[in-house]
């Protein structure tokens, strides 16, 4: 493995657990087992770092997004195969990471929001229009309505006020909107379907 990748994986490993703030660049040294000067050889400032990060996740984000179209059935199992992805990436994730990243990162964080205006609302609107088309999508639905919504939707699970994590995991919370949105824009036709694929992640 390069440097920079364990440096970025060690990183995120205590990101998602302390959040960003928290912790230092010292500690990501010690958790890689090098010096801090050989970490800030590789990368400038904890900024960059994230950056970094960030990045990875983004282009992670775009290639599960990619093949859960082209691989699913239909545009309601391409939102479970989305979800499935959502479980391992929400898995032990702290809240706080979105805060710390909006408060004190925020050339990186903007970095996020342009990928959801950009590439997310893309998705969302080939998957309403897909869904349409196959029927299992009502045909009245108003994507340039419901594409919005759903991506705010996106960064409500972080909300932590809303829902405390000392009840709720990240995944449960995603799956619950998820499922709403799904139930409320879908045809018998597409009920039959969430409840199939429902099903087969239930046994």
Known sequence: M???????????????????????????????????KTVYQVFADKDSLVGAIMDHHIKHAENNCNSAQTES???????????????????????????????????VFMRLEE??????????????ERGITEGVYRQDIKIDIMVPLRIHTMTLVFDNDLFPT??????DIDKEITLHGLYGMATAKGIKLIEKYIKQRDK
Not at 78 to 103: C, Q, T, Y
Not at 166 to 171: A, E, F, P
């Open 2 to 36: 390069e440097l920079n990748e364990t440096i970025m994986m060690k990183s995120y490993e205590l990101f998602k657990r302390y959040g960003i703030r928290s912790v230092t660049m010292d500690e990501i040294a010690v958790q890689c087992g090098m010096s801090k």
């Open 73 to 107: 059935e239909n545009a309601i199992h391409e939102i479970f195969l989305s979800l499935d992805w959502v479980h391992k990436m929400f898995d032990g994730v702290n809240p706080a990471l979105l805060f710390d990243l909006r408060k004190y990162h925020s050339s």
């Open 115 to 128: 990928h959801k205006r950009r590439f997310l609302y893309d998705i969302f609107k080939k998957n309403f």
């Open 166 to 171: 000392s009840k709720y995991t990240l995944y």
